[in-house]
C-alpha cells in the first residue's frame, strides 16, 4: 500500500512571510495524482491544489503553489504572503490514477498544524 | 458547489449504545468515504463504497458497519459503541466514473465531520 509522510506536526509563519509544508509518499505506481487539503478549526475539508504525476509543471493557485519531485517522492506546498486565515490543518493526500475495480482509495498523511502570527 | 452534509457536528453517546452516523451528499457522486480522524494519526479509512448496496472496508473497519441503501446516502454504524470509539468522523464522497481505465482527478468533497463522544 502506499504511503503519504509529513515530518513537521506543526509550524509557524508570520503574516506575509512565506512557508513550505512537506510530503513525501512511497509508490511503485507511476501515474498518479496527488492533493493538498486544508482543514480551518472546526471547518470543513477543502481542497487547495492538486498534481497530476504525469505533468511537469507544478500546479499553482493564486498563493498556493507545489513543488513536485517525482523522482524523489516530494511533494511540497509553498504558501506566499500568508494570511490568518492560512491558519489550518494541512494534509497531503495520493491516490493512483490506475483504475482497478472502479475505484481507488486516497491515502492521507497525519497532517500538519500551521500557525500564522499577526 | 458539491455538498456533502453529516447529520450531526457533536455527539454523545454511551458505552454500548447502537450509533448511527448519516452522510448525504447531493453531487450523484458514486463513491462515498467514511474516514476516522485523530491527532497523530491523520484520516484513516473506515469503510468505503462504489455503488449502492456496495461497501468495501478500508484500513480499521473493525467495530464499524455502513449502509447505503441510497446513491446519496452514506450511514455509518458503530454497532456497540466503545470509548476507543472516540473521536472525529467524516464523511467523504467523490466521482468513480473515468475514461480509458483511468480515475478522474477528483478531488474528494468532505462534510463538516462529527465529533463523537463515547462515555
Known amino acids: 500500500a502506499q504511503t503519504v509522510t509529513q515530518s513537521q506536526p506543526e509550524m509557524s509563519v508570520q503574516e506575509a512571510e512565506t512557508v513550505t509544508l512537506s510530503c513525501t509518499y512511497d509508490t511503485s505506481e507511476s501515474d498518479y495524482y496527488l492533493f493538498w487539503y486544508k482543514q480551518p478549526p472546526s471547518r470543513q475539508m477543502i481542497l487547495v491544489i492538486r498534481?497530476?504525476?504525469?505533468?511537469?509543471q507544478n500546479a499553482t493557485e493564486n498563493r498556493f503553489s507545489v513543488n513536485f519531485q517525482k523522482a524523489a517522492k516530494s511533494f511540497s506546498l509553498k504558501i506566499s504572503d500568508s494570511q490568518l486565515g492560512d491558519a489550518a490543518m494541512y494534509f497531503c493526500?495520493?491516490?493512483?490514477?490506475?483504475?482497478?475495480?472502479?475505484?481507488?482509495?486516497?491515502?492521507f498523511g497525519s497532517g500538519t498544524k500551521l500557525n500564522v502570527k499577526p | 458547489d458539491v455538498k456533502v452534509t453529516q447529520s450531526s457536528r457533536y455527539l454523545v453517546k454511551r458505552t454500548g449504545e447502537k450509533v448511527f452516523l448519516e452522510c448525504v451528499q447531493d453531487m450523484d457522486h458514486e463513491n462515498m468515504f467514511w474516514y476516522r480522524q485523530d491527532p497523530g494519526l491523520g484520516l484513516r479509512l473506515i469503510y468505503f463504497?462504489?455503488?449502492?448496496?456496495?461497501?468495501e472496508k478500508g484500513d480499521i473497519p473493525e467495530g464499524y458497519s455502513v449502509s447505503r441503501e441510497k446513491k446519496e446516502r452514506f450511514s455509518l454504524i458503530l454497532e456497540s459503541a466503545s470509548t476507543n470509539q472516540t473521536s472525529m468522523y467524516l464523511c467523504a464522497s467523490t466521482l468513480r466514473k473515468a475514461g480509458q481505465g483511468k480515475t478522474l482527478n477528483q478531488p474528494q468533497h468532505f462534510g463538516d465531520g462529527t465529533r463523537l463522544s463515547i462515555l
Open positions: 493526500a495520493y491516490r493512483s490514477a490506475v483504475n482497478l475495480y472502479n475505484f481507488n482509495k486516497f491515502y
Open positions: 498534481q497530476e504525476a504525469y505533468k511537469q
Open positions: 463504497s462504489y455503488d449502492v448496496k456496495m461497501k
